[in-house]
Structures are given as structure tokens and as C-alpha cells.
């Protein structure tokens, strides 16, 4: 058994969007530049041919053809392991609906600008951050590590560093 998922990552273009990208350059200038050449503001998850993305109202199942495709970058990764597709799909289905945390959005701003984590509960997250649980649980290695070296919680990663970390083990695709 083995399936394919998307992490599908946007540029967005109001003044929310502008917020969050001046803030992940801002992050790239002070903690250096991941490597990728796009600065997205936004990402959701691709499985099974469903696209769910955490947005104001929840974790909600939308359709990825309300973003300009200019806007969009798409990594295709594969799984193999059984377990981890098991347990990666019971996360992806208990986490719609969820809330969308703006504490998250505070927890990546302090991870991005001063390398800092703020504590905070698994499940107050945002968009990036309930990726990288699905991502993890579906075994990925998804551990920026803080400067003590512990694995970053995902309420702190952002857009631009998981497609930092997604670049290295994914495979661009076609929008």
C-alpha cells in the first residue's frame, strides 16, 4: 500500500497575506534564506484528492481553484508505510472542522523573527501548523529544531518553513 499527498502552498495577495509574508522575510533576513525562491503566505494539504486548509472559520475542505496559479506551488510526496498512511489519514479527518488558532499565528511570528517558542497547546494551530501534524503523522520528518536542538511544535512553524523543509523532500508538481 502506498499513496501519493500534495502540500500545496500560495502567495497571497490582501493585507493579511502582506502581514505574514513581510514577516517571513523578515525572518529570512535575520535566520537566513530556506532555499526556495517563494514566499508563501498560505498552504493546505492535498489527500486523496480532497484539499482541506485551515482558514478563519476551521480546518475546511475548499477546492484549490480559487488560487491564481501563478500563486501556487505544489510538492508531491509519497508514503509507503502502512501505519503512517493509517495514521496520517485519521489525523487528516479529525482535524477538519477544527478551529483555526491565531495564538499559532503569534507562535511562528516569535519562531521566525526571534527563534523563540512560545508553549502551546497541539491544537491550537494554523494553517502550517495543521499541516505539520497531518505531515508528521503520516511519518514525515517535519523537525525544525529550536536553538536547544527539541523538535519546533507545529503551532510554530510557518508557510515559508515547512516549504523550506518540503523543498528537500518533496518533488515540485504541476499546479
Same mark, same amino acid.
Do not use: W
Given at each position: 500500500?502506498? #499513496?501519493?499527498?500534495k !502540500?500545496v502552498? /500560495?502567495?497571497g495577495?490582501?493585507?493579511?497575506? %502582506? $502581514?505574514?509574508? =513581510?514577516v517571513?522575510?523578515?525572518?529570512?533576513?535575520?535566520? %537566513?534564506?530556506?532555499? !526556495?525562491?517563494?514566499v508563501p503566505t498560505?498552504?493546505?494539504?492535498?489527500?486523496?484528492?480532497?484539499?482541506? @486548509?485551515a482558514?478563519?472559520?476551521?480546518?475546511?475542505?475548499?477546492?484549490?481553484?480559487?488560487?491564481d496559479? #501563478?500563486d501556487?506551488?505544489?510538492? /508531491?510526496?509519497h508514503?509507503?508505510?502502512?501505519?503512517?498512511? #493509517?495514521?496520517?489519514d *485519521?489525523?487528516? $479527518?479529525?482535524?477538519? %472542522?477544527?478551529?483555526?488558532?491565531? #495564538? $499559532?499565528? !503569534?507562535?511562528?511570528l516569535?519562531?521566525?523573527?526571534?527563534?523563540?517558542?512560545i508553549? %502551546? &497547546?497541539? *491544537? @491550537?494551530?494554523?494553517?502550517?501548523?495543521?499541516d505539520?501534524t497531518?505531515?508528521?503523522d503520516?511519518?514525515?520528518?517535519?523537525n525544525? /529544531?529550536s536553538?536547544?536542538? @527539541? &523538535?519546533?511544535? =507545529?503551532s510554530?512553524i /510557518?508557510?515559508? +518553513?515547512? +516549504?523550506?523543509i518540503?523543498?528537500?523532500?518533496g518533488?515540485?508538481?504541476e !499546479?
Open positions: 500500500m502506498s #499513496k501519493d499527498i !502540500v502552498f /500560495t502567495h495577495t490582501g493585507l493579511f497575506s %502582506g $502581514a505574514i509574508e =513581510a517571513e522575510i523578515l525572518g529570512e533576513e535575520i535566520n %537566513g534564506d530556506n532555499g !526556495v525562491d517563494f498560505h498552504c493546505g494539504l492535498i489527500v486523496d484528492d480532497r484539499f482541506q @486548509e482558514l478563519s472559520d476551521g480546518f475546511i475542505g475548499n477546492s484549490i481553484h480559487h488560487y496559479p #501563478k501556487v506551488r505544489i510538492y /508531491t510526496l508514503i509507503s508505510n502502512e501505519d503512517d498512511i #493509517k495514521r496520517g *485519521a489525523t487528516f $479527518a479529525r482535524l477538519l %472542522g477544527q478551529k483555526y488558532s491565531v #495564538k $499559532a499565528l !503569534v507562535c511562528g516569535v519562531f521566525t523573527v526571534f527563534s523563540m517558542i508553549p %502551546g &497547546p497541539d *491544537a @491550537e494551530n494554523d494553517c502550517s501548523g495543521d505539520t497531518v505531515l508528521r503520516y511519518g514525515f520528518n517535519i525544525n /529544531t536553538t536547544d536542538g @527539541e &523538535p519546533v511544535p =507545529a510554530s /510557518t508557510p515559508n +518553513i515547512l +516549504i523550506g518540503i523543498d528537500k523532500i518533488k515540485l508538481s !499546479v
